[in-house]
């Protein structure tokens, strides 16, 4: 079973600047999930797509970053314009379960994006 | 607002020991635990679990302990070895909430296990 797939493995932008990252999640997973980890920090959740509407975007920067799940699968998270501190890991996770109930199940993380802004 | 706390950033043990690793958390209303490893330059992977209702799950050489009142777990790892080398972070949930599946993640200990 192939996981999940992230690029560009490595990114580097001067601020100001906009950036694009790509996720395919595990296939028939319906629960993506899109993280922001600073260095020496834990992972932060920045938005959770059920299939391809949003469930929860509470503690994503909306005037700068954007994200989408068209069809319900491939992800992309946007920043524009970029920051100094949005310098971070990008880690994009899938699931199979979904948020109305059921078994708390596994998320599965891609390798992540290393983004650097200068 | 740090919900869930790694107070140790770093441990050390020798291989064949004991290595034990601590997590903290405030919100009472965290009902799932979860630990996850990560190496360098790959994405965090899940390790073991356990829920609010036991106060123990073992999984091999590793087990993790709950302590509700206290709001406290623990991670053993018996015996360990080199390659538990890695950053382990817990992670916890209110599996029952509105926002299911949302992880709260601690800032993570190094393990570092020497031959």
């Known amino acids: 079973e192939a996981g999940v797939a992230q690029s560009p493995r490595y990114k580097i932008i001067e601020k100001r600047q906009s950036v694009a990252f790509w996720c395919n999640p595990i296939?028939?997973?319906?629960?993506l999930y899109w993280y922001q980890q600073i260095l020496g920090q834990g992972p932060k959740l920045l938005i959770q797509?059920?299939?391809?509407?949003?469930?929860?975007d509470s503690q994503l920067p909306k005037d700068r970053f954007s994200a989408e799940r068209l069809k319900g699968v491939d992800s992309t998270l946007k920043i524009q314009p970029a920051k100094l501190e949005d310098s971070a890991v990008y880690l994009c996770?899938?699931?199979?379960?979904?948020?109305?109930?059921?078994?708390?199940?596994?998320?599965?993380f891609g390798p992540g994006t290393r983004l650097t802004v200068l | 607002d740090q919900q869930v706390k790694q107070n140790s950033p770093s441990l050390s043990v020798q291989e064949g020991r004991i290595s034990i690793l601590n997590c903290d958390y405030t919100n009472s209303m965290f009902d799932y635990f979860l630990w996850y490893k990560k190496y360098p330059a790959e994405g965090p992977t899940f390790l073991i679990s356990i829920s609010s209702i036991k106060d123990k799950n073992e999984d091999g050489r590793f087990t993790v302990f709950l302590n509700k009142s206290a709001k406290h777990l623990s991670l053993h790892i018996v015996p360990s070895q080199p390659g538990d080398s890695a950053v382990y972070f817990c992670a916890a949930v209110n599996a029952g909430g509105t926002s299911y599946g949302k992880l709260t993640f601690g800032q993570g200990t190094i393990l570092t296990v020497h031959p």
């Open positions: 296939s028939g997973h319906a629960t």
């Open positions: 797509f059920q299939n391809n509407g949003v469930v929860d």
């Open positions: 996770a899938s699931s199979s379960t979904s948020p109305s109930g059921g078994p708390m199940g596994t998320q599965y």
